[in-house]
């Protein structure tokens, strides 16, 4: 299978899958709304009817804002701070639940309650896994502030702030030839681990960027097209959202929804994404990436003592012990 195979029945398998694409997109809005309601409560006494929110009013939002965190008014410092903080670690725990949830149903052997039944058994190992991720990505991280730096030392000794520029753009690239195989591998051991039941999520791990590496022509572009449609939607939407600001009550909740939507079609995404990748997997033969050294054997039902496939003969002494007994009655 090619590339657009494996797109297209990942998007196909979304279309038939709608609770999927509602709670992925529902969950992660939940630590925003919390966010947005704690900012609110702060910063709506002191803007009011001030000078501040009319000028918001009239297109000037982000100018208006940082003016206002420069004054005496500005009741955000514990929220912007501290506040971000705790909300990116909560959203990062709801990601994580509910890839548990929809690798279970995608990938799962289909238990009652499939999401549900995959949050409880993956969520653990899950949470391993990306203990696991942290650590090519804080590489990449590194790498990537690296290159930033030496951009900046080549600017100072060129007087040229087009280095800047450069060494941000270079930066990004660092970063994402780094990061994207480990982001593929991260994917495709979770998947093994729920398709085989298996635990070994740091082996699973190292085993997924092998193949991940040995597969450029795969991998490659099915990434490339997961980078490019959320970039392509974010833009369109930039687009439309840049040339105007809202400033009634109607066209605040219009681009509410509309925004809403966008977030929608991003969940669907999300989830087709993620059945690509299963398809990818099944397509390469289902390996056990996660398989310890360690397996327990299946549990098989021991069979029915009435079905007569599985009687087994009598024993040679136990025979012998019978007819004797049998030849002591005749007697």
């Known amino acids: ?31 925003a709304l919390i966010l ?35 004054s005496p008014a500005d009741a955000l410092e514990p929220l912007m701070g501290r506040g971000v903080l705790v909300m990116g670690v909560l959203s990062l725990l709801v990601q994580i639940f509910l890839s548990a949830g929809i690798v ?22 899950f949470l391993r896994s990306a203990l696991v991720f942290l650590v090519p990505t804080a590489a990449a991280a590194v790498a990537a502030g690296l290159t930033t730096k030496g951009a900046g030392l080549l600017a100072v000794h060129f007087a040229d702030g087009r280095w800047d ?33 298996h635990r070994s999520m740091l082996r699973g791990f190292f085993r997924a960027l092998l193949v991940v590496l040995k597969k450029p022509g795969t991998f490659v ?19 439309f959202r840049q040339p105007w600001t809202p400033g009634t009550a109607f066209a605040i909740v219009l681009l509410a929804l509309i925004h809403q939507i966008v977030m929608a079609i991003r969940a669907f995404f999300k989830i087709g994404f993620w059945a690509a990748e299963v398809e990818v997997f099944r397509d390469f033969g289902e390996p056990e990436l996660c398989r310890g050294k360690r397996t327990r054997p299946e549990i098989v039902d021991p069979p029915e003592a ?24 005749k007697s």
């Open 36 to 70: 947005v309601a704690m900012i609110a409560a702060n910063i709506g006494p002191a803007l009011g009817r001030s000078l501040f929110s009319q000028g918001i009013l009239d297109g000037s939002a982000f100018p208006i804002f940082m003016e206002f965190r420069t």
């Open 221 to 239: 572009p099915l990434y490339l097209v997961f980078l490019a449609l959320p970039l392509l939607l974010l833009g369109l939407y930039s687009a």
């Open 104 to 125: 279970g149903v995608l990938a799962g052997s289909g238990p009652p309650h499939p999401f549900l039944s995959g949050v409880r058994r993956n969520t653990g190992r």
């Open 306 to 329: 009435s079905d007569s496939r599985w009687k087994t003969p009598e024993e040679p002494e136990t025979f012998a012990l019978s007819h004797s007994s049998a030849n002591t009655s």
């Open 165 to 197: 520029l450069a060494g941000f753009a270079a930066a990004g690239v660092v970063f994402l030839i780094l990061w994207a195989p480990a982001d593929l591998a991260y994917d495709l051991s979770r998947i093994a681990a729920v398709r085989h039941n």
């Open 1 to 31: 299978m090619n590339t657009f195979s494996f797109v297209a029945n990942g998007f196909r398998t979304a279309r038939r899958h709608p609770r999927l694409v509602m709670i992925a997109w529902l969950a992660p809005l939940v630590p």
